[in-house]
């Protein structure tokens, strides 16, 4: 079993920059494959940025890629999310996932083994 929670959210200008964080529980965070979605207002959740256990392999949506850095630290049992360039369409709740494929990159939301509870982002214009 592993609870995420995510932390870093709040309120920030086009253009800002902001990281988030996952914080695991359970000493077998490394074993996971960590990612990030993101849900808009009105819109389905969707897929942000993936990293593999070691943190060697990373995956982003094109929605983000190059404005976005997903990096894991496996000895704080934490993984981050820093945003840079922040648009008014990056404003949405954020969640961290875990799935038990060490390598996953690319995630799923029906794959996606657990969910933290999500913190808000806010870009204003």
């Known amino acids: 079993q592993v609870q995420l929670v995510e932390s870093g959210g709040g309120l920030v200008q086009a253009g800002g920059s902001l990281t988030l964080s996952c914080a695991a529980s359970?000493?077998?965070?490394?074993?996971?494959?960590m990612g990030w979605f993101r849900q808009a207002p009105g819109k389905e959740r969707e897929f942000v940025a993936g990293i593999n256990w070691s943190g060697r392999r990373r995956y982003y949506a094109d929605s983000v890629k190059g404005r976005v850095t997903i990096s894991r630290d496996n000895y704080k049992n934490t993984v981050y999310l820093q945003m840079n360039n922040l648009k008014p369409e990056d404003t949405a709740v954020y969640y961290c996932a875990a799935d038990r494929d060490p390598e996953e990159v690319v995630f799923t939301e029906g794959k996606a083994d657990y969910w933290g509870q999500g913190t808000q982002l806010t870009v204003s214009s």
């Open positions: 359970g000493r077998t965070f490394s074993r996971y494959a």
